[in-house]
């Protein structure tokens, strides 16, 4: 069994920058970010394979948002920039057993417990 263990939410300032780190106690293949704000269902953010050669982001976080990992640690991390009202949500770690990159959360196998992002305009 795998448990991700998220750090790295708070408050922020619209256009402010926030870097969120998840720490896997076990073998993992695929990580990956999803988010969920209020009255709304998980979306993907941003997804990285274990050698960190291929990653994939939803469009709305293109070229604000880095996932990157590091393998030594076990670890990955999402770096937000150019933060916006509307990245305010519950973010979650995935890890996925599969090889590849994938944006949808059924193919993910565990999931930490999420940390708040919240982003003031």
């Known amino acids: 069994q795998v448990q991700l263990a998220e750090s790295g939410g708070g408050l922020v300032q619209a256009g402010g920058s926030l870097r969120l780190s998840c720490a896997a106690s076990?073998?993992?293949?695929?990580m990956g970010w999803f988010r969920q704000a209020p009255g709304k269902e998980r979306e993907f953010v941003a997804t990285?394979?274990?050698?960190?050669?291929?990653?994939a982001y939803v469009d709305s976080v293109k070229g604000r948002f880095t996932i990157s990992r590091d393998s030594t640690k076990n670890t990955v991390y999402l770096q937000m920039s150019s933060l916006k009202p509307e990245d305010t949500a519950v973010y979650y770690c995935?890890?996925?057993?599969?090889?590849?990159?994938?944006?949808?959360?059924?193919?993910?196998?565990?999931w930490g417990q999420g940390t708040q992002v919240t982003v003031s305009s």
């Open positions: 990285i394979t274990w050698s960190g050669t291929s990653t």
């Open positions: 076990g073998r993992t293949f695929s």
């Open positions: 995935s890890a996925s057993r599969r090889v590849g990159v994938s944006r949808e959360a059924h193919e993910y196998d565990y």
